[in-house]
Each structure stands twice: as C-alpha cells, then as structure tokens.
C-alpha cells in the first residue's frame, strides 16, 4: 500500500514564524508535489520536485520554499508565516514519467496562522 | 477562467439515483484524472482516461473524454449514501508533468 504522511494534521502558528511541513512517502516515487486547498479556488500547485535536491515552482510558489535532500521526503516551508497562508495543505507522490500515474496524497495538514 | 473546471459545483441527490460531473479544460492533455475527496482528508484517484480513450469504466463509475471539446464526465449510478464526497477532475498537461485540478463538485446523497 501506497502510504503519503504529513507530519501534523492540525497546526496553530502566528504570524512571522517559520513553518515547516514535512511529507513522507515510502513506494519510492520520483515525484512529489505541494498543494494548498482554499474553498472556491480548488488545489493550487506551489511546488513540486521530480528527483532529490530538484525543484520547481507551481503556480503559488510565492511566499514558500521546499527542501528535497532525500528521495522520500519533501519539505513545505513557510519563511515568515502570514494570515493569508492559513489553509489545507496537501502533499502528494507520484511515480516518475510524463503524468500517466495516479498521485498519492497525504491526508492534509490544516494550518491556521493566527 | 481555471484548467479542469467542473460542473456544477455542488449537486444533491436521492440514494439510488444517477450523478453525472462534468469538467472542461482548455490545453491539450497526455490523460484526464477523477479524484475523491472526503471532509477534511486528503484525495483518492478513482480513474484515469488516456486522451486516446472515449469511455472507460470502474465499477459504478463511468467517465467519457471528449478531446474535441476539452471535456470530460463522470457518472455515479445507483449512488450511496457513502458516495457523499467532493469530486475534482486533474488535467496532466502534454508539455509538463504536473497537474492541474479543478475546483471540485459537492456530491450530496441523501439517504
């Protein structure tokens, strides 16, 4: 079984800190993308990475980074964490190749930013 | 307006009868993606059409691709209670290989 984790469910931050959102996934996968879910907008692509130490930007990037030292890990930083970042976070895996393969997605961190 | 825009946008019915989603996007696509979604959970894929692909089934789901006019179905028949969820279709762009979702239907049945 394909398994995604995100390191928190819930997380309560205030604003100027710095986030971390960790994801872990374990089938080996090359892919590995960053979505934030806000009501009416859908998923929103922030970053996504295609092997280790890769990255590139999705179409929200601004205000985040992402760190991939590891294959199965990709990371979703916050450098000073505002109200308007308030929102479902969604990591995903997918295996290598042009897009014909499902994604895998974790179960979402729901981050407020007080 | 977005990539992989369904339709309509929350749609309520009686167990046992039909929904259908639609969605419409605009760029030219290596295949076509359903996904689930229960509150506040992550997305589970459900079916995946090829852009050589017009219809394909899964159990009670049915999805049609129409590559002419950039849309795409989703049937639910003799719809459960448990079918209760939100429903995004995700376009995977022919030049890239990431995806781009719509904002989703509400499917509502009602018991």
């Known amino acids: 079984d394909v398994k995604v984790t995100q390191s928190s469910r819930y997380l309560v931050k205030r604003t100027g800190e710095k986030v971390f959102l960790e994801c872990v996934q374990d089938m080996d996968h090359e892919n590995m993308f960053w979505y934030r879910q806000d009501p009416g907008l859908g998923l929103r692509l922030i970053y996504f990475s295609y092997d280790v130490k890769m990255k590139e930007k999705g179409d929200i990037p601004e205000g985040y980074s992402v760190s991939r030292e590891k294959k199965e890990r990709f990371s979703l930083i916050l450098e000073s964490a505002s109200t308007n970042q308030t929102s479902m976070y969604l990591c995903a895996s997918r295996p290598g190749g042009q897009g014909g393969h499902e994604q895998f997605f974790g179960p979402g961190t729901r981050l407020t930013v007080l | 307006s977005q990539q992989g825009e369904e339709d309509p946008q929350a749609l309520s019915i009686q167990e046992g009868e039909n929904a259908t989603m639609n969605c419409s996007y605009k760029t030219s696509i290596n295949n076509l993606q359903w996904y689930r979604q229960n509150s506040g959970r992550g997305l589970v894929h459900l079916i995946l059409i090829r852009s050589n692909e017009r219809e394909k089934h899964s159990g009670r789901l049915r999805v049609t691709l129409d590559t002419s006019k950039k849309s795409s179905s989703l049937l639910i028949t003799a719809s459960r209670a448990a079918d209760t969820a939100s429903y995004f279709c995700?376009?995977?762009?022919?030049?890239?290989?990431?995806?781009?979702f719509g904002d989703g239907t509400t499917l509502t049945v009602k018991p």
């Open positions: 995700a376009t995977i762009n022919t030049n890239a290989g990431k995806s781009t």
